[in-house]
Protein backbone atom coordinates (compact mmCIF):
# COMPACT_ATOMS: atom_id res chain seq x y z
CA UNK A 1 0.00 0.00 0.00
CA UNK A 2 1.32 3.60 -0.37
CA UNK A 3 1.49 6.11 2.04
CA UNK A 4 -1.79 7.46 0.84
CA UNK A 5 -3.49 4.62 2.21
CA UNK A 6 -5.00 3.87 -0.96
CA UNK A 7 -4.51 0.83 -2.85
CA UNK A 8 -3.06 0.75 -6.50
CA UNK A 9 -6.53 0.43 -8.16
CA UNK A 10 -7.98 3.13 -5.56
CA UNK A 11 -5.24 5.24 -6.95
CA UNK A 12 -6.05 4.78 -10.64
CA UNK A 13 -9.72 5.51 -9.85
CA UNK A 14 -9.12 8.44 -8.86
CA UNK A 15 -6.34 9.67 -11.00
CA UNK A 16 -8.74 8.96 -13.93
CA UNK A 17 -11.92 10.58 -11.73
CA UNK A 18 -9.42 13.74 -10.80
CA UNK A 19 -8.21 13.78 -14.66
CA UNK A 20 -12.10 14.32 -15.75
CA UNK A 21 -12.66 17.20 -13.65
CA UNK A 22 -9.79 19.23 -14.61
CA UNK A 23 -10.34 17.90 -18.17
CA UNK A 24 -13.97 19.48 -17.58
CA UNK A 25 -12.11 22.33 -15.78
CA UNK A 26 -9.63 23.74 -17.52
CA UNK A 27 -9.59 21.71 -21.15
CA UNK A 28 -7.95 18.49 -21.66
CA UNK A 29 -4.54 19.78 -23.50
CA UNK A 30 -3.77 21.70 -20.51
CA UNK A 31 -3.91 18.64 -17.93
CA UNK A 32 -0.83 17.62 -16.80
CA UNK A 33 0.55 14.43 -14.75
CA UNK A 34 2.12 16.44 -12.23
CA UNK A 35 -1.19 18.23 -11.70
CA UNK A 36 -3.15 14.97 -11.14
CA UNK A 37 -0.12 13.50 -8.52
CA UNK A 38 -0.60 16.70 -7.01
CA UNK A 39 -4.08 16.88 -6.84
CA UNK A 40 -4.21 13.34 -5.80
CA UNK A 41 -1.95 13.81 -3.16
CA UNK A 42 1.17 11.29 -4.31
CA UNK A 43 4.09 11.30 -6.29
CA UNK A 44 4.84 11.56 -10.12
CA UNK A 45 6.03 8.68 -9.88
CA UNK A 46 3.32 6.59 -8.32
CA UNK A 47 1.13 7.75 -11.61
CA UNK A 48 3.89 6.43 -13.60
CA UNK A 49 3.24 3.04 -12.17
CA UNK A 50 0.17 2.82 -14.18
CA UNK A 51 0.15 5.38 -16.62
CA UNK A 52 3.12 5.50 -19.27
CA UNK A 53 2.43 9.11 -19.54
CA UNK A 54 -0.61 11.68 -20.19
CA UNK A 55 -1.91 9.73 -23.05
CA UNK A 56 -2.01 6.67 -21.23
CA UNK A 57 -4.34 8.85 -18.69
CA UNK A 58 -6.64 10.67 -21.04
CA UNK A 59 -7.26 6.58 -22.59
CA UNK A 60 -8.09 5.58 -19.26
CA UNK A 61 -10.62 8.48 -19.36
CA UNK A 62 -12.36 7.26 -22.47
CA UNK A 63 -12.12 3.35 -22.39
CA UNK A 64 -14.28 4.10 -18.85
CA UNK A 65 -16.63 5.92 -21.12
CA UNK A 66 -16.81 3.16 -24.03
CA UNK A 67 -16.98 0.73 -20.72
CA UNK A 68 -19.84 2.56 -19.81
CA UNK A 69 -21.97 2.22 -22.96
CA UNK A 70 -21.03 -1.14 -23.65
CA UNK A 71 -22.49 -1.87 -19.93
CA UNK A 72 -26.07 0.06 -20.82
CA UNK A 73 -25.89 -1.91 -23.90
CA UNK A 74 -25.49 -5.12 -22.62
CA UNK A 75 -27.98 -4.67 -20.18
CA UNK A 76 -30.19 -4.42 -23.45
CA UNK A 77 -29.27 -7.65 -24.49
CA UNK A 78 -30.20 -9.49 -21.69
CA UNK A 79 -34.18 -7.70 -21.10
CA UNK A 80 -36.59 -11.19 -21.28
CA UNK A 81 -39.83 -10.63 -22.73
CA UNK A 82 -38.96 -8.02 -25.66
CA UNK A 83 -39.59 -8.61 -29.45
CA UNK A 84 -35.90 -8.59 -30.81
CA UNK A 85 -36.63 -6.05 -33.34
CA UNK A 86 -37.64 -3.86 -30.51
CA UNK A 87 -34.45 -4.51 -28.68
CA UNK A 88 -32.20 -3.68 -31.65
CA UNK A 89 -33.80 -0.24 -31.73
CA UNK A 90 -33.71 0.57 -28.04
CA UNK A 91 -30.07 -0.64 -28.27
CA UNK A 92 -29.38 1.37 -31.48
CA UNK A 93 -31.18 4.28 -29.91
CA UNK A 94 -28.89 4.31 -26.47
CA UNK A 95 -25.64 4.41 -28.39
CA UNK A 96 -26.17 7.27 -30.68
CA UNK A 97 -27.93 9.20 -26.98
CA UNK A 98 -24.83 7.99 -25.36
CA UNK A 99 -22.44 9.38 -28.20
CA UNK A 100 -24.56 12.85 -28.50
CA UNK A 101 -24.47 13.33 -24.87
CA UNK A 102 -20.71 12.96 -24.50
CA UNK A 103 -20.51 15.51 -27.44
CA UNK A 104 -22.94 18.31 -26.18
CA UNK A 105 -22.58 18.26 -22.05
CA UNK A 106 -18.85 16.21 -21.90
CA UNK A 107 -17.27 18.51 -24.64
CA UNK A 108 -13.38 18.26 -23.35
CA UNK A 109 -14.08 14.21 -22.94
CA UNK A 110 -15.13 14.01 -26.12
CA UNK A 111 -12.81 16.20 -27.88
CA UNK A 112 -10.01 14.04 -25.91
CA UNK A 113 -11.37 11.20 -26.98
CA UNK A 114 -11.96 12.05 -30.86
CA UNK A 115 -8.46 12.98 -31.35
CA UNK A 116 -6.92 10.43 -29.04
CA UNK A 117 -8.36 7.15 -29.85
CA UNK A 118 -7.56 5.44 -32.64
CA UNK A 119 -8.34 1.59 -33.62
CA UNK A 120 -5.19 0.68 -33.28
CA UNK A 121 -5.42 1.11 -29.44
CA UNK A 122 -6.46 -2.00 -27.34
CA UNK A 123 -9.89 -0.18 -25.64
CA UNK A 124 -11.13 0.85 -28.50
CA UNK A 125 -10.54 -2.56 -30.41
CA UNK A 126 -12.39 -4.52 -27.26
CA UNK A 127 -15.01 -1.74 -27.25
CA UNK A 128 -15.38 -2.85 -30.93
CA UNK A 129 -15.57 -6.33 -30.24
CA UNK A 130 -18.12 -5.97 -27.27
CA UNK A 131 -20.39 -4.05 -29.53
CA UNK A 132 -20.72 -6.32 -32.55
CA UNK A 133 -20.76 -9.65 -29.92
CA UNK A 134 -24.16 -7.70 -28.70
CA UNK A 135 -25.21 -7.32 -32.27
CA UNK A 136 -24.23 -11.12 -33.24
CA UNK A 137 -26.46 -11.67 -30.13
CA UNK A 138 -29.34 -9.77 -30.80
CA UNK A 139 -29.10 -10.82 -34.16
CA UNK A 140 -29.47 -14.41 -32.79
CA UNK A 141 -32.03 -14.13 -31.22
CA UNK A 142 -34.45 -12.53 -33.79
CA UNK A 143 -33.05 -15.74 -35.75
CA UNK A 144 -34.46 -18.22 -33.21
CA UNK A 145 -38.03 -16.26 -32.86
CA UNK A 146 -37.79 -16.17 -36.45
CA UNK A 147 -38.29 -12.16 -36.87
CA UNK A 148 -35.17 -12.39 -39.34
CA UNK A 149 -34.23 -14.27 -42.20
CA UNK A 150 -30.85 -15.79 -42.71
CA UNK A 151 -28.32 -17.95 -41.00
CA UNK A 152 -25.56 -15.94 -40.15
CA UNK A 153 -26.21 -13.54 -37.03
CA UNK A 154 -22.34 -12.51 -37.97
CA UNK A 155 -23.57 -11.12 -40.99
CA UNK A 156 -26.71 -9.56 -39.99
CA UNK A 157 -24.64 -7.60 -36.90
CA UNK A 158 -22.56 -6.30 -39.63
CA UNK A 159 -25.16 -5.14 -41.72
CA UNK A 160 -27.15 -3.33 -38.55
CA UNK A 161 -23.63 -1.60 -37.53
CA UNK A 162 -22.80 -0.62 -40.67
CA UNK A 163 -25.99 0.88 -41.76
CA UNK A 164 -25.66 2.66 -38.75
CA UNK A 165 -23.19 4.37 -38.82
CA UNK A 166 -23.70 7.79 -39.37
CA UNK A 167 -25.77 7.24 -35.97
CA UNK A 168 -23.31 6.37 -33.91
CA UNK A 169 -19.75 7.01 -35.17
CA UNK A 170 -18.38 9.56 -33.18
CA UNK A 171 -17.01 12.13 -35.83
CA UNK A 172 -20.53 11.94 -37.93
CA UNK A 173 -22.69 12.61 -34.78
CA UNK A 174 -20.49 15.62 -33.75
CA UNK A 175 -21.27 16.89 -37.54
CA UNK A 176 -24.97 16.08 -36.82
CA UNK A 177 -25.35 17.56 -32.92
CA UNK A 178 -27.41 20.45 -33.71
CA UNK A 179 -30.00 17.87 -35.58
CA UNK A 180 -32.74 16.03 -34.08
CA UNK A 181 -31.62 12.77 -35.61
CA UNK A 182 -33.74 10.40 -33.74
CA UNK A 183 -36.33 10.25 -36.10
CA UNK A 184 -33.91 9.66 -39.20
CA UNK A 185 -32.34 6.85 -37.48
CA UNK A 186 -35.85 4.76 -36.27
CA UNK A 187 -36.85 5.29 -40.59
CA UNK A 188 -33.35 4.04 -41.54
CA UNK A 189 -33.73 1.01 -39.19
CA UNK A 190 -36.84 0.38 -39.77
CA UNK A 191 -35.94 0.06 -43.25
CA UNK A 192 -33.36 -2.35 -42.50
CA UNK A 193 -35.08 -4.40 -40.21
CA UNK A 194 -37.90 -5.18 -42.68
CA UNK A 195 -34.88 -6.10 -45.07
CA UNK A 196 -33.83 -8.25 -43.10
CA UNK A 197 -37.54 -9.52 -41.52
CA UNK A 198 -39.46 -13.10 -42.84
CA UNK A 199 -42.47 -10.98 -43.91
CA UNK A 200 -40.66 -8.68 -46.09
Not at 7 to 32: H, P, Q, W, Y
Not at 140 to 153: N, Q, S, V
Request: some cysteine; proline content about 3%.
Amino acid sequence: MPRTGLSALEIKNKAIDATSAMMREVGFDKVRLTDVAKKLGVSHAALYAHFEDKSALFDAVSERWLVQISDSLAAICRKRGKEPADKIVEWMLTLHRAKLAKIEHDPELYKSFDLTASMKKAYVRRHMASVHTQLVELATEAIAKRRLRGADPEMIATVLHESMLAFHHPKLVAQHAHEAREPLLRVVLDSVLKGLSLKS
